[in-house]
């Protein structure tokens, strides 16, 4: 490897699949019907109550490959008020984080009757994250006392917010995450800002007729990390079909940064923005959910050859409204 493709390679881990020191990472999680875990406005907005649990794994052929556990809770409470609740493992060689998130959210409806949809909604997220860095297999052959070792530990709290408008078959969704500037001990202040402030910004509209057998949902996401500038946006497609047993979907989402690198290919130097394809295929089965998402990284240097699997396995049952709006919105319905 040619040392200026260092920086690439580094772009590559920060931007799609490296740990995440921001609480959990975005990944394709909400493209399996779990929009909660990125936007707190979103708990409650449903017409059903959700359990959402997800499993990602990483490169299963490299030992400690980054991997993620999450599950999630969201209620309606009465005419106007959600609930949630999150839990997640987030794991990358010797790095670790656990935390928890609790979340409150308002929703105000404009509808004209009680079959249309035209709702604002707004939610706050406050959370507990513990970071650990075990260094004690550090160095085991040639011992360095300085890292060799240590386990470091340290706990934060930070808060999300966030704002969604649901109208008919458009869906929006704005969300600010780690709105506290924290300085945490377990990494030098040299090199980690302690504003960890991101951005999310996604929007979805689905076409078809409310009924019908076939329905298609375009959407896109759009992050921005606030600190180093960072950016990425998310092109999705989705298609679901109406069974007697529920539903049966399927979709497509591309990833791209708009944050690039430089690297030598022999003689010849070639630019690359990391980017990767995710599938997910789905299924509806009554009150349960399963889906499964493969993510592939693309580019002429890459991490790894294999592909990110993920599970997530669902289970709706009845909150405060017992029947569905007159529209063809798969985020409230």
């Known amino acids: 490897m040619n040392i200026k493709q260092i920086p690439l390679i580094f772009l590559l881990i920060s931007s799609l699949y490296g740990f995440s020191q921001d609480g959990i990472p975005v990944y394709s999680d909400y493209f399996a019907d779990n929009l909660y875990l990125l936007h707190p406005s979103m708990a409650g907005a449903a017409t059903h109550n959700q359990i959402r649990l997800t499993a990602r794994q990483q490169w299963f052929d490299q030992k400690e490959a980054p991997n993620l556990q999450t599950v999630s809770f969201n209620a309606r409470l009465g005419e106007q008020s959600g609930v ?100 945490r001990s377990i990494y030098s202040e040299d090199f980690e800002s302690n504003n960890q402030r991101k951005y999310l910004l996604s929007a979805a509209y689905a076409i078809g007729k409310y009924g019908a057998d076939w329905s298609y949902e375009p959407s896109f996401l759009f992050q921005l990390t606030e600190r180093t500038a960072e950016k990425a946006i998310d092109i999705n497609f989705k298609a679901y079909r109406t069974m007697d047993f529920g539903k049966l979907w399927g979709g497509l989402s591309y990833r791209r940064s708009f944050d690039g690198a430089d690297y030598l290919n022999g003689l010849e130097t070639k630019g690359q923005k990391a980017q990767y394809v995710t599938p997910v295929l789905g299924i509806n089965f009554k009150d349960f959910m399963f889906a499964y998402t493969y993510s592939y990284q693309a580019g002429n240097v890459t991490l790894q050859s294999g592909g990110f699997h993920q599970i997530t396995l ?15 919105c798969p985020a409230i319905n």
């Open 84 to 183: 949630g609740a999150i839990f997640f493992n987030d794991q990358n060689g010797y790095h670790s984080q656990t935390g928890a998130y609790l979340t409150y959210a308002h929703h105000i409806m404009f509808s004209r009757s009680e079959a249309d949809l035209n709702q604002l909604s707004f939610g706050l997220s406050a959370g507990i994250t513990q970071q650990r860095l075990d260094e004690t297999n550090f160095a085991l052959d040639d011992y360095d006392p300085i890292i060799a070792g240590i386990v470091q530990s340290t706990s934060y709290f930070n808060v999300d917010a966030g704002v969604s408008y649901n109208f008919l078959d458009f869906s929006s969704h704005f969300t600010v995450k780690n709105l506290i500037f924290q300085n």
């Open 314 to 328: 669902g289970y709706d049952f009845l909150g405060g409204r017992p029947e569905p709006y007159d529209c063809n």
